[in-house]
């Protein structure tokens, strides 16, 4: 599996990328407070991936029984969707992947439930800009230590906690490839070096809190270690001549 790309095969993976960002938005625009649950988006989900002729990535990788993960105000990721039913004030990341004629595509977004607090429409804000001062850095000749950087300094700059545990990953014909290790924290210069070609997920997990997390009985709900909450904002990217292209949007 050649982690370096065809321009032919980034076609095929911008095709995937398109399904999950359309997917999304569909998604999201069905959340109403206090009637939706986690499962019923999971549901959605899944038929608007199919209906497009895809398959969820994340179905069955490592035993994981759904589509997507979903993750709920103090829920950092692997959220596995639950019948709880949303409330006003809540945040909630959708995290799925889909595959397609081969290749792959995984991205992440977090929603506010209605209206939220100011900290939590924060915390929202810096992750999201996070992840584009990340993607900024992802051109050929730079290493995975400059994302993480530039994520990191972003981040805490703002008096948030950035995720150790958890890192984005390289993709295509496999969901997690390499580079295997994309840190949103980190020293410039070091890491993996960033070749033209290359696709990489990169995906900042930040805490309105400690940066500290742990893992819950199930095996894969990771929460943050103080309950206060937490964002994560993903895109797949193709490492190109002319610098970094998103290929999880509807273009
Ligand atoms: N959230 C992970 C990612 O974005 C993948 C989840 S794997 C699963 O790379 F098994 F939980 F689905
Ligand atoms: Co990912």
Same mark, same amino acid.
């Given at each position: 599996?050649?982690?370096?790309?065809?321009?032919?095969?980034?076609?095929?993976?911008?095709?995937?990328?398109?399904?999950?960002?359309?997917?999304?938005?569909?998604?999201?625009?069905?959340?109403? /407070? @206090?009637? =939706? !649950?986690?499962?019923?988006?999971?549901?959605?989900?899944?038929?608007?991936?199919?209906?497009?002729? &895809? %398959?969820?990535?994340?179905?069955?990788?490592?035993?994981?029984?759904?589509?997507?993960?979903?993750?709920?105000?103090?829920?950092?990721?692997?959220?596995?969707?639950?019948?709880?039913?949303?409330?006003?004030?809540?945040?909630?990341?959708?995290?799925?992947?889909?595959?397609?004629?081969?290749?792959?595509?995984?991205?992440?977004?977090?929603?506010?439930?209605?209206?939220?607090?100011?900290?939590?429409?924060?915390?929202?804000?810096?992750?999201?800009?996070?992840?584009?001062?990340?993607?900024?850095?992802?051109? /050929? @000749?730079? =290493? !995975?230590?400059?994302?993480?950087?530039?994520?990191?300094?972003?981040?805490?700059?703002?008096?948030? &906690? %950035?995720?150790?545990?958890?890192?984005?990953?390289?993709?295509?014909?496999?969901?997690?490839?390499?580079?295997?290790?994309?840190?949103?924290?980190?020293?410039?210069?070091?890491?993996?070096?960033?070749?033209?070609?290359?696709?990489?997920?990169?995906?900042?997990?930040?805490?309105?809190?400690?940066?500290?997390?742990?893992?819950?009985?199930?095996?894969?709900?990771?929460?943050?270690?103080?309950?206060?909450?937490?964002?994560?904002?993903?895109?797949?990217?193709?490492?190109?001549?002319?610098?970094?292209?998103?290929?999880?949007?509807?273009?």
């Amino acid at each position: 599996m050649a982690i370096i790309k065809k321009a032919s095969e980034i076609t095929k993976m911008k095709e995937s990328g398109r399904i999950v960002a359309r997917t999304l938005r569909l998604v999201s625009e069905t959340i109403v /407070p @206090g009637k =939706t !649950t986690p499962k019923q988006l999971d549901e959605l989900a899944e038929r608007l991936i199919r209906e497009e002729g &895809g %398959v969820p990535s994340f179905l069955n990788y490592r035993g994981y029984p759904n589509a997507t993960c979903i993750a709920v105000n103090n829920v950092v990721v692997h959220g596995i969707p639950t019948e709880d039913v949303l409330h006003e004030g809540d945040i909630i990341t959708l995290d799925f992947g889909v595959y397609k004629d081969g290749w792959h595509a995984d991205s992440a977004w977090t929603y506010p439930v209605g209206t939220i607090s100011q900290i939590a429409q924060k915390l929202l804000n810096v992750t999201r800009e996070s992840l584009f001062q990340g993607i900024a850095k992802a051109r /050929p @000749g730079n =290493t !995975t230590g400059d994302i993480g950087h530039a994520v990191q300094k972003y981040v805490e700059s703002h008096g948030f &906690g %950035v995720v150790r545990e958890l890192v984005g990953h390289g993709i295509g014909e496999r969901l997690h490839d390499e580079p295997s290790n994309v840190p949103n924290f980190g020293k410039p210069g070091k890491g993996d070096r960033l070749r033209e070609g290359m696709c990489i997920c990169i995906e900042p997990m930040i805490n309105e809190g400690t940066h500290k997390v742990k893992t819950l009985e199930d095996g894969w709900t990771v929460v943050t270690a103080d309950d206060k909450l937490a964002a994560h904002f993903e895109h797949t990217i193709a490492i190109l001549k002319s610098g970094p292209e998103i290929l999880t949007t509807e273009g």
